[in-house]
């Protein structure tokens, strides 16, 4: 029995839910090899080839797969997977994106964000916006999962020393093609990984004063997110979004300033370890679920936070 | 050109759920139900469709009990033409979604399928994915916007650092993020006419489609309540609660 893990990478780099996948697979039990799909990704898979636990990566370096569209890689590990027990990838915009076609073009069900794995056969996922955990049982010959990656701890990055295998498969539908992309550039941690993060919501009152929350992460080397109430308001960009609909986080330390706390926000920070609030409504439900409580106006606590940590 | 737009009904996103005692699932007994956000969206970037001339037709389709006929109904006062319920007692899994909505598809021979990316009861994303596989279609998930030009769909997606962007062949699925749009309300005259528009009934066994799964839920459970917090006075004091109590920072 063996598991085929999806590499998340940036074509120049590993990205670290690969990390939280792999230990994924290990918990379930088996060989691990990871597939790298994309465009001149040598030193990624050279990369993977040193995750500890990895015993095979095979490579798909081609232009078809560049931009891992979902049209052509989807083919490729379907075809690929029909010889594992199991096809795993990280729960990122990618993962989502391309794996559910695997499932269809396997004709499985596939399962979604599994935050742990009780068998080879069992696992736990959220529904409801995290407000409920089902346990389900596959009984397909391939099993294909999406790992959150909140969910398990990442293995080590160095350690292994798998053999690199270049695949020649290419499957090319010629149905989509990449136009471009804008990404959002930032110095700071990235948000899924940091050991903290800090948060602002509609209390923020524009874009402008997050400044204030830039200059305590800073201090505190954290990440900011946002509740939705932020994004669309225009405060900041919708790739911050925390929440069901946005990221999944669950930092060390979550630090939620002028958030009121509704569902869909706490479904993506609730595993955080400590949350501490800071809102000026004692009445907000983000209260319930915080570690510390402050109510004080943001306005004037942040800086003083930011002053004496 | 035809536009299909599948939706679900789903518990409305301001019940807080709770799990049965007997952990076989959630309580939706006398739970207030709702078309899912993601499907208003949907449907709302069809009729803007219809609205600019693009499309000629919008048609949506679930699949569900016959209570769902509500759902679809509420679609049609926002501007949809006609509507197909699959009616199925049962709760299925994505899959079998998909290969009941493959089937419509290939009955309605739609240019565009939108989709919304998720439920938000099972949270899944899945089924716009599977049908673009089922169907052989391009897919361009998680849209925060979409322009059909001529045989082509250009669709902006949001994706983990920030947006991209990808042409489509039509016919193309699509799938709707939080801000596509923002869906506008069924007004009391709408509501109104919509009761006199086509709604067909179907069943998956006319469909010729299995809606066998391979995966079944064992138990569902509350999740792990957390520990009650305490309310500090000062900034000063939950500095020192951080760094004593808590030793995050």
Known sequence: ?309 | MKVLVPVKRVVDFNVKVRVKADNSGVDLANVKMALNPFCEIAVEEAVRLKEKGTATEVVVVTVGSSAAQEQLRTALALGADRAILVESADELNSLAVAKLLNAVVEKEQPQLVILGKQAIDSDNNQTGQMLGALTGYAQGTFASKVIVAGDKVNVTREIDGGLQTVALNLPAIVTTDLRLNEPRYASLPNIMKAKKKPLDVITPDALGVSTASTVKTLKVEAPAARQAGIKVKSVAELVEKLKNEAKVI
């Open chain 1, 1 to 309: 029995m063996a598991i085929l893990v999806v590499a998340e990478h940036t074509n120049a780099a590993l990205a670290a839910a690969t990390l939280n996948t792999v230990a994924a697979a290990q918990k379930i039990g088996g060989d691990v090899h990871v597939l790298v799909a994309g465009q001149g990704v040598g030193a990624v898979a050279e990369a993977a080839a040193k995750i500890a636990g990895v015993s095979k990566v095979l490579v798909a370096d081609n232009a078809a797969y560049a931009n891992l569209l979902p049209e052509n890689v989807a083919p490729l590990i379907a075809e690929l997977g029909k010889g594992y027990s199991h096809v795993l990838a990280p729960a990122t915009t990618n993962g989502k994106n391309y794996l559910p076609r695997v499932a269809a073009l396997l004709d499985v069900d596939q399962i979604s964000e599994i935050i742990a794995v009780e068998s080879a056969d069992t696992f736990k996922r959220p529904i409801y916006a995290g407000n409920a955990i089902a346990t389900v049982q596959s009984s397909a010959a391939v099993k294909v999962i999406t790992v959150r990656s909140t969910g398990f701890d990442a293995v080590a990055a160095e350690g292994g020393s798998a053999a690199i295998e270049a695949v020649a498969t290419v499957s090319d539908a010629g149905k989509s093609a990449f136009v471009g992309e804008e990404l959002a550039k930032s110095d700071r941690p990235e948000l899924t990984a940091a050991k903290i993060v800090v948060s602002g919501g509609r209390g923020m009152g524009n874009g402008d004063n997050f400044k204030h929350l830039y200059a305590l992460a800073d201090k505190l080397g954290a990440a900011v997110g946002a509740s939705r109430a932020a994004v669309d308001a225009g405060f900041v960009p919708n790739d911050m979004q925390v929440g069901q609909t946005g990221k999944i986080v669950a930092p060390q330390l979550y630090i939620a300033v002028g958030i009121s706390g509704a569902i869909q926000h706490l479904a993506g920070m609730k595993d955080s370890k400590v949350i501490v609030a800071i809102n000026k409504d004692e009445e907000a439900p983000i209260f319930q679920v915080a570690d510390y409580g402050l109510v004080a106006d943001l306005f004037e606590a942040v800086p003083e936070l930011e002053k004496l940590v």
